[in-house]
T-cell receptor, first 108, second 115 residues
Framework: EDQVTQSPEALRLQEGESSSLNCSYTVSGLRGLFWYRQDPGKGPEFLFTLYSAGEEKEKERLKATLTKKESFLHITAPKPEDSATYLCAALNDYKLSFGAGTTVTVRA | DTGVSQDPRHKITKRGQNVTFRCDPISEHNRLYWYRQTLGQGPEFLTYFQNEAQLEKSRLLSDRFSAERPKGSFSTLEIQRTEQGDSAMYLC?????????????FGSGTRLTVV
């Protein structure tokens, strides 16, 4: 069965304090690794898709990387508006399987 | 097109009542998905439609749950005889066939509270 595990569950950062989130996956026939951002009371919002080991993608203060077993989301010099839950999901054919997410809180 | 719309945004119901949620996907998306999310967890897959055909149902979807997508447009998710354990956020998402490239677009969800 496909499994996606995220760590840590929660991360409290000071504004400007860079950190990384981890997503490990066990998926047969992985077709893509997705990162979403979710704000309280809202649906997930697409951030990145990674397709092959070694690939990296960047968006503002976020950078996602992929290895054969894990993906990392690096947050560089975060701001309070980066506070959210970050979800990782693995695509197998047509279905996304999600991890439980990492809730990031950035204090000013 | 303003994205995936879900209605209602919030629903409070008494245990044992039936509820129905509606999802309007992005018009050109032929794939539609329902997920359920409880507090502190990621979304869990419930069911998937390609056009009007329901192609997969999760084991999470008991006999009390039914989903339809008539004419391959909007979709409804009905829960009969609601239980307190049904309290969750129900998320609808849609996608093009090239999920690998474009991923899903999610709606804002319907939060169900069973009292």
């Amino acid at each position: 069965e496909d499994q996606v595990t995220q760590s840590p569950e929660a991360l409290r950062l000071q504004e400007g304090e860079s950190s990384s989130l981890n997503c490990s996956y066990t998926v047969s026939g992985l077709r893509g690794l997705f990162w979403y951002r979710q704000d309280p009371g809202k649906g997930p919002e697409f951030l990145f898709t990674l397709y092959s080991a070694g690939e990296e993608k960047e968006k503002e203060r976020l950078k996602a990387t992929l290895t054969k077993k894990e993906s990392f989301l690096h947050i560089t010099a975060p701001k309070p508006e980066d506070s959210a839950t970050y979800l990782c999901a693995a695509l197998n054919d047509y279905k996304l399987s999600f991890g439980a997410g990492t809730t990031v809180t950035v204090r000013a | 097109d303003t994205g995936v719309s879900q209605d209602p945004r919030h629903k409070i119901t008494k245990r044992g009542q039936n509820v129905t949620f509606r999802c309007d996907p992005i018009s050109e998306h032929n794939r539609l998905y329902w997920y359920r999310q409880t507090l502190g967890q990621g979304p869990e897959f419930l069911t998937y439609f390609q056009n009007e055909a329901q192609l997969e149902k999760s084991r999470l979807l008991s006999d009390r749950f039914s989903a339809e997508r008539p004419k391959g447009s909007f979709s409804t998710l009905e829960i009969q005889r609601t239980e307190q354990g049904d309290s969750a956020m129900y998320l609808c998402a849609s996608s093009l066939a090239e999920v690998r490239i474009y991923g899903y677009t999610f709606g804002s969800g319907t939060r169900l509270t069973v009292v």
